[in-house]
């Protein structure tokens, strides 16, 4: 299991540091809102990763929160542009 966590954490670093660049390096701002949503998901998933090694449910508040906050600044940036053409 501990080779497993250590790949996933892996796994999860590097695609937050791809989703970092492409948000700081976006041509676009509706390429920069994505990255950083994807951002807010793989912390997401870190957040789960530590729930499930430390066996506890501390961070699902935040977790809930933080997906809410990504799906709610997504929305609204996609009605933005939408409204804009």
Do not use: E, Q
């Not at 700081?24 to 390429?31: A, M």
């Not at 530590?50 to 009605?79: C, K, P």
């Amino acid at each position: 299991m501990t080779a497993v966590v250590y790949v996933v954490g892996g796994i999860l670093s590097v695609a937050a540091a791809l989703a970092l660049f492409r948000a700081v390096r976006g041509p676009s701002i509706l390429d920069r809102v994505l990255a950083l949503d994807v951002v807010l998901a793989i912390f997401g998933g870190a957040l789960v990763l530590n729930m499930v090694v430390n066996r506890h449910l501390d961070n699902l508040i935040l977790l809930v929160t933080i997906s809410l906050v990504g799906f709610i600044g997504s929305v609204t940036v996609a009605r933005f542009v939408t409204d804009r053409k």
